[in-house]
């Protein structure tokens, strides 16, 4: 849009995958003269929103420089050897495909900071906290920015101990163990995918993607790309999560402080669908059509599964926990991304990187919502928040009762919000997927997840008429309405939530060329 | 021999190269230097003698410098220039490296440990012990003939097993020693047997010679050249405390003072997968075959109970830091010994090798590190149990934060970054070789390994019980803390630093 020096757009780039790092050292050191706050808490959390703020800025100068007519090229790159003898290169760069992750990543990150700025959540010094939000923040860009698959690794295993912190510091009840979940799954996953990418690596003779995707598998046997997909496919979807690897996600989600909650949801999720996307799909594209049609069914499978979790959770008496059961439509709404990512076909990976960006909007909105929810009434049950009739949150909060049945119907897919073209994409592409794909099969699993959709607006409905609604007791007290801050931390999430559903072509007009170039072999 | 007089000195008086051959002779010349220096001193200038060897194996370390530009060879045969029993190539100087400074590290930490003991240690004694190991430590990766091989391995270990008893009326010390010293002779005696048979069928004791003849062993001696390869692999097994040749580790680490107990976790390792690798790589590759699928096995074997027991020690039990320390580093062992096993099967074998000596430098600094943290919380909580570790954060922030960072780097996490690369490293050795199963085996045991770092790095951040109090850091303990932090995050930062070991030759 703007035409900026390829130097500088370098340094960007760099600074934001750096940038958080320093800001981690930084924070754990005494805070400097003139900089020192009313109390070292007040210091150091208000550098946490400086280091994410300078973050977000630099992420949406790179938008506004990426060159919007070449999407599909390679923006912004650096190439340097880091590890000669591992043959690993510091190799960044961004295209169409990552630069939306990526400023969904800062925005996301800069949020959950001002969120706690202001409502810290209870637990040990706020130092600590920074320090892990931002080496967490680190590790989250670097995975959408880096372009060799060492460093993807590395980056990817980058966010476990600070998410692991969060959890097991500053979360809620049955925290340390859902921590322990949380990282042991992701690990076992990891270490796996890890063997799977030096396959790839060794048996082609580089770990750098871009070569890999130019070669689009071409110098991989079938059977040495049918082992490393499925290596690299359980540690990715251990992390997205797909049905049955599911299992660690209600349980960190519920634990989990509400920022935890919110970047997990919003960017963690994503790196696994992200390298389904980056690496599986042009670099092993024999040993992914294998699989494609079992991804597929289980992607379906995730879908039905969640939606029904949730309907359970939402029934009256269940004891249903508001957070868990976003937790579970998470992996519903994966469930539609993993589908459209399955069918090889640039409609659906469209479909798929959409619903992405959407869930993260969304989801991160849900869960600071039930946060405040929580801050409030002190509880997520949604059976003691709605007793018998409902919590008439319309009546007590009518702000915060309007936000949340925003965000429900935007998670159902209404028409015009984000949430709905992704999915209708995912749908779109299961009904031609790619040649070699069994029609049919593609034909019964989109008949399945548009099932799935019903179920989802059933669930969420209910959700709605529970919380929001609801007579209005007498002698309950008023609950304060959303504040100044927390307006500051969800409006962004609205907007955007509102603009992508109306202005689809911005995102997809972004990833579109990079897809087909991807799927098409490389990148040019 | 053209000119009739010198010729004859020259055909029967070997030439040596001091310079050469300077790092362990230093070592064992201030030893010496020590033990007779140990009757004069008086008693209250006894630190002395400790500063005196920690600058003499420093001199040690320094002298490696010289030797960089080239291989030396010397105590060649006279006939033969090419056939040495004492050689410094590249493989010799980063493994008398990584011996020496961690000789060092281990060093600095018995300063600090034998003044705490206030001469319940006797000094004189324990330098001259620790220098005379670390001198045989550091001749055996330059040995290039079975005769030295075993000299230096037992230089190294004979001193080894009265550093471990020295504990004046301390049963569990002595009952240590004990049962360190009658496995560790047995496998002796059985490498010993080893070798003769090796010399019977091949008539020579120098590696490279072995490795011409033992191809074309008369028939009738093919049985006892097999017997002798698998007795010799046996007996250097047990070095390295690989499975079922563990049992003596926890039990000696915690009966011997704890740095010894850290020497013996890397240089008792670097002697073990040394003596090793000049076995089968150098001497015996045409046995590939033989050694190949009993190192994999073994590497499984051993990573696996050692992580296993690592898992079991529970936090509140006696010494259970230094166990678990010391059922970690038999887990990291096995790692060590994949990259061996991939050598029978890879095309490349100097290349797999630089994976274990890249992984066991990163593996020396940061257990170093681990240990030196370990004695300085030894100083106040002299039982030394995980859960002392509590709240460390508070009360010592620094070694904390280090602590954490060195586990990390054993358990192979960001931000220990090096022990990652490490790691993926010796994957790479492994699936390069077509070892997916020892791979496989290899993930899920990081991931196990994985659980106790990671339980005992979460505990030091905990709040405190109690008050929290203050460690004195006295200056031995921050040097080698200070020095293996610097190492790993350093090592962290330029991962090649140790990572190009695994693409240059070594010999």
């Known amino acids: 849009m703007i035409d900026i020096n390829e130097s500088v757009m370098q340094f960007l780039l760099a600074f934001v995958v750096v940038g958080p790092l320093l800001g981690a050292a930084a924070a754990l050191l005494p805070a400097p003269p003139g900089l020192k706050g009313k109390s070292p808490e007040q210091a150091v959390l208000r550098h946490g929103v400086t280091v994410t703020g300078a973050v977000l800025i630099a992420a949406i100068v790179l938008a506004l420089g990426f060159d919007h007519d070449q999407p599909s090229k390679m923006q912004a790159s650096t190439d340097i050897s880091w590890i000669p003898a591992l043959d690993v290169r510091i190799h960044l760069g961004i295209d169409g495909i990552s630069l939306p992750l990526l400023v969904l990543t800062a925005l996301l990150t800069f949020l959950c900071a001002l969120y706690s700025y202001f409502k810290m959540p209870a637990g040990p010094t706020p130092k600590a906290f920074v320090?892990?939000?931002?080496?967490?923040?680190?590790?989250?860009?670097?995975?959408?920015?880096?372009?060799?698959?060492?460093?993807?690794?590395?980056?990817?295993?980058?966010?476990?101990?600070?998410?692991?912190?969060?959890?097991?510091?500053?979360?809620?009840?049955?925290?340390?163990?859902?921590?322990?979940?949380?990282?042991?799954?992701?690990?076992?996953?990891?270490?796996?995918?890890?063997?799977?990418?030096?396959?790839?690596?060794?048996?082609?003779?580089?770990?750098?993607?871009?070569?890999?995707?130019?070669?689009?598998?071409?110098?991989?046997?079938?059977?040495?790309?049918?082992?490393?997909?499925?290596?690299?496919?359980?540690?990715?979807?251990?992390?997205?999560?797909?049905?049955?690897?599911?299992?660690?996600?209600?349980?960190?989600?519920?634990?989990?402080?509400?920022?935890?909650?919110?970047?997990?949801?919003?960017?963690?999720?994503?790196?696994?669908?992200?390298?389904?996307?980056?690496?599986?799909?042009?670099?092993a594209p024999d040993g992914f059509r294998t699989f494609a049609p079992y991804l597929a069914a289980l992607a379906v499978v995730g879908i039905i599964y969640g939606s029904l979790a949730c309907l359970a959770l939402a029934k009256q008496g269940a004891k249903g926990d508001l957070k868990r059961l976003i937790a579970y439509s998470s992996v519903g709404h994966m469930g539609f991304v993993l589908l459209g990512i399955s069918t090889m076909t640039p409609t659906g990976v469209n479909g798929a990187l959409f619903a992405n960006i959407a869930h993260g909007l969304i989801t991160g909105l849900l869960f600071f919502l039930v946060g405040a929810l929580k801050d409030r009434t002190g509880t997520t049950d949604l059976d003691t928040l709605a007793e018998e009739t409902g919590a008439a949150l319309y009546g007590r909060a009518p702000r915060l009762g309007g936000l949340l049945a925003f965000g429900a119907v935007a998670s159902l897919g209404l028409p015009g919000l984000a949430g709905f073209w992704g999915e209708m994409l995912a749908l779109f592409g299961a009904f031609r997927p790619a040649d070699g794909l069994s029609r049919p099969a593609f034909l019964t699993f989109m008949a399945i997840a548009a099932f799935g959709t019903l179920l989802t607006a059933a669930y969420l409905l209910v959700v709605v008429r529970r919380v929001c609604m609801g007579a209005l007791p007498q002698d309950v007290p008023k609950l304060t309405d959303v504040r100044s801050y927390e307006f500051a931390a969800w409006t962004p999430l609205v907007v955007l939530t509102v603009v992508a559903g109306l202005w689809p072509k911005a995102l997809l007009g972004l990833s579109d060329p990079a897809v087909q170039q991807l799927l098409a072999g490389g990148t040019r | 021999m053209s000119s009739p007089a010198p010729s004859l000195a020259a055909s029967l008086v070997q030439s040596v190269d001091w310079l050469a051959i300077a790092p362990p002779t230093i070592a064992a010349v201030v030893g010496l230097a020590v033990l007779v220096a140990d009757l004069f001193v008086a008693e209250h200038r006894k630190a002395l003698l400790g500063w005196t060897s920690v600058a003499g194996l420093a001199a040690a370390t320094l002298l490696l410098l010289p030797l960089l530009d080239g291989d030396r060879s010397t105590f060649c045969l006279t006939g033969d220039a090419a056939v040495c029993s004492y050689t410094a190539d590249r493989f010799t100087l980063v493994i008398q490296f990584l011996v020496l400074g961690g000789a060092l590290l281990a060093a600095l930490l018995s300063v600090t440990a034998l003044k705490d003991a206030r001469r319940e240690l006797p000094e004189g004694e324990y330098w001259f012990l620790l220098l005379s190991s670390a001198a045989g430590a550091a001749l055996l990766p330059a040995s290039r003939d079975l005769a030295t091989l075993i000299v230096a391995l037992e230089v190294a270990s004979l001193p080894a097993f009265a550093l471990v008893g020295l504990k004046h009326g301390d049963r569990r010390s002595s009952e240590a020693a004990l049962k360190f010293?009658?496995?560790?002779?047995?496998?002796?005696?059985?490498?010993?047997?080893?070798?003769?048979?090796?010399?019977?069928?091949?008539?020579?004791?120098?590696?490279?010679?072995?490795?011409?003849?033992?191809?074309?062993?008369?028939?009738?001696?093919?049985?006892?050249?097999?017997?002798?390869?698998?007795?010799?692999?046996?007996?250097?097994?047990?070095?390295?405390?690989?499975?079922?040749?563990?049992?003596?580790?926890?039990?000696?680490?915690?009966?011997?003072?704890?740095?010894?107990?850290?020497?013996?976790?890397?240089?008792?390792?670097?002697?073990?997968?040394?003596?090793?690798?000049?076995?089968?790589?150098?001497?015996?590759?045409?046995?590939?075959?033989?050694?190949?699928?009993?190192?994999?096995?073994?590497?499984?074997?051993?990573?696996?109970?050692?992580?296993?027991?690592?898992?079991?020690?529970?936090?509140?039990?006696?010494?259970?830091?230094?166990?678990?320390?010391?059922?970690?580093?038999?887990?990291?062992?096995?790692?060590?010994?994949?990259?061996?096993?991939?050598?029978?099967?890879?095309?490349?074998?100097?290349?797999?090798?630089?994976?274990?000596?890249?992984?066991?430098?990163?593996?020396?600094?940061?257990?170093?590190?681990?240990?030196?943290?370990?004695?300085?919380?030894?100083?106040?909580?002299?039982?030394?149990?995980?859960?002392?570790?509590?709240g460390l954060y508070a009360s010592s922030p620094l070694p904390a934060l280090l602590l954490a960072f060195f586990l990390l780097c054993l358990a192979g996490l960001p931000p220990g970054i090096i022990g990652l690369f490490a790691k993926v490293t010796v994957f790479s050795a492994a699936v390069d070789a077509?070892?997916?199963?020892?791979?496989?085996?290899?993930?899920?045991?990081?991931?196990?390994?994985?659980?106790?770092?990671?339980?005992?790095?979460?505990?030091?951040?905990r709040a405190p019980e109690g008050e929290p109090e203050k460690h004195r850091v006295p200056a031995p303990l921050t040097a080698a803390i200070a020095l293996t932090g610097v190492l790993g995050i350093a090592l962290s930062g330029a991962p090649q630093l140790v990572l190009r070991f695994t693409d240059t030759g070594l010999f």
Do not use: C
């Open chain 1, 131 to 283: 320090a892990l939000l931002l080496v967490l923040e680190s590790g989250m860009l670097a995975t959408f920015a880096v372009l060799d698959l060492l460093l993807f690794f590395l980056a990817f295993e980058m966010v476990l101990i600070p998410m692991y912190f969060l959890i097991a510091r500053w979360g809620g009840e049955g925290r340390s163990q859902a921590a322990w979940r949380f990282i042991l799954y992701t690990l076992l996953g990891s270490v796996v995918m890890l063997l799977g990418l030096l396959l790839i690596g060794i048996k082609a003779g580089t770990f750098d993607m871009m070569a890999l995707a130019t070669d689009n598998g071409r110098s991989l046997t079938t059977s040495v790309q049918v082992i490393a997909v499925l290596a690299i496919g359980i540690g990715l979807a251990v992390k997205t999560p797909m049905w049955p690897l599911h299992s660690w996600l209600p349980d960190a989600h519920t634990a989990a402080p509400t920022v935890g909650s919110v970047l997990l949801a919003g960017v963690l999720l994503k790196m696994g669908t992200y390298g389904f996307v980056r690496i599986l799909l042009p670099i």
């Open chain 2, 181 to 390: 010293f009658l496995s560790s002779v047995t496998a002796t005696a059985v490498s010993l047997m080893g070798i003769s048979f090796l010399y019977a069928s091949t008539g020579t004791l120098y590696l490279t010679q072995i490795a011409d003849r033992v191809q074309s062993v008369d028939g009738q001696l093919q049985t006892l050249a097999h017997t002798g390869v698998v007795l010799t692999l046996v007996g250097f097994a047990f070095k390295t405390a690989a499975v079922p040749f563990h049992f003596w580790v926890p039990d000696t680490y915690v009966g011997a003072p704890l740095p010894i107990a850290a020497y013996l976790s890397v240089i008792g390792k670097a002697v073990g997968f040394t003596g090793l690798i000049l076995v089968t790589v150098v001497a015996l590759p045409s046995y590939a075959d033989v050694w190949g699928p009993a190192l994999a096995a073994l590497a499984a074997l051993t990573m696996t109970v050692g992580n296993a027991g690592a898992l079991r020690q529970q936090a509140t039990r006696a010494y259970s830091a230094v166990r678990l320390l010391a059922w970690s580093s038999v887990g990291q062992a096995g790692y060590l010994l994949v990259p061996i096993a991939a050598a029978a099967y890879s095309g490349d074998a100097e290349k797999s090798i630089g994976s274990t000596v890249a992984y066991a430098l990163m593996y020396g600094a940061v257990n170093l590190g681990a240990f030196a943290v370990a004695a300085l919380v030894g100083r106040t909580k002299s039982l030394n149990r995980v859960a002392d570790y509590r």
């Open chain 2, 434 to 461: 077509s070892l997916g199963w020892l791979a496989v085996v290899m993930a899920v045991n990081v991931v196990i390994a994985l659980f106790y770092y990671l339980q005992w790095t979460a505990l030091l951040f």
